[in-house]
T-cell receptor, first 115, second 115 residues
Framework: AQKITQTQPGMFVQEKEAVTLDCTYDTSDPSYGLFWYKQPSSGEMIFLIYQGSYDQQNATEGRYSLNFQKARKSANLVISASQLGDSAMYFC????????????FGTGTRLQVFP | DAGVIQSPRHEVTEMGQEVTLRCKPISGHDYLFWYRQTMMRGLELLIY????????DSGMPEDRFSAKMPNASFSTLKIQPSEPRDSAVYFC?????????????FGPGTRLTVL
């Protein structure tokens, strides 16, 4: 079974609009962490935001926020006020448990922001 | 501060040749990760080290792949002999346990092409 599922291979959004990128995860471990990374066309992976399984509030970092629904096992990334520079691949990843630092990545969503 | 440094950035080699990829983690980081990214398999963890000791090498595809970390500031990933199916982008990442999220910082990647 897929540990991390990103069902949207591609998304389009107009500049200045908000967009939600979906991520669902599968784990039986009560302790886990969820990450979102951005990969622009230049290729580097850039850390955006983190949500811990015990965090009471949804994580926010500037224009990025995480819509964390634990019961549904979803951790959707919301980008507000999209900019042309947000066009990139976005990856959701999970770290399970206390005893590993291994990240499992989803297949990614390609976001295109148009003027 | 310098980020994770990888060399070479691009490598083209012929099947059967030995390939060595190099990584310098961020100074002070105690974890180092090697990933491979392909269109077919996405981003997958090959191996990771903690304090220069390999912790999980379950993602290493086969005996042709080996990784070493002789000291805290240098790691290599070697493929011998290389095959066309090894063509991919190889990322090195590092992290430090005491950061808030223990997020991984990625290098720019090495694009390997095996002819």
């Amino acid at each position: 079974a897929q540990k991390i599922t990103q069902t949207q291979p591609g998304m389009f959004v107009q500049e200045k609009e908000a967009v939600t990128l979906d991520c669902t995860y599968d784990t039986s471990d009560p302790s886990y962490g969820l990450f979102w990374y951005k990969q622009p066309s230049s290729g580097e992976m850039i850390f955006l935001i983190y949500q811990g399984s015990y965090d009471q509030q949804n994580a926010t970092e500037g224009r990025y926020s995480l819509n964390f629904q634990k019961a549904r096992k979803s951790a959707n990334l919301v980008i507000s006020a999209s900019q042309l520079g947000d066009s990139a691949m976005y990856f959701c990843a999970m770290r399970e448990g206390y005893n590993t630092d291994k990240l499992i990545f989803g297949t990614g969503t390609r976001l295109q922001v148009f003027p | 501060d310098a980020g994770v440094i990888q060399s070479p950035r691009h490598e083209v080699t012929e099947m059967g040749q030995e390939v060595t990829l190099r990584c310098k983690p961020i100074s002070g980081h105690d974890y180092l990760f090697w990933y491979r990214q392909t269109m077919m398999r996405g981003l997958e963890l090959l191996i990771y080290f903690n304090n220069n000791v390999p912790i999980d090498d379950s993602g290493m595809p086969e005996d042709r792949f080996s990784a070493k970390m002789p000291n805290a500031s240098f790691s290599t990933l070697k493929i011998q002999p290389s095959e066309p199916r090894d063509s991919a982008v190889y990322f090195c990442a590092s992290s430090f346990w005491a950061t808030t999220y223990n997020e991984q910082f990625f290098g720019p990647g090495t694009r390997l092409t095996v002819l």
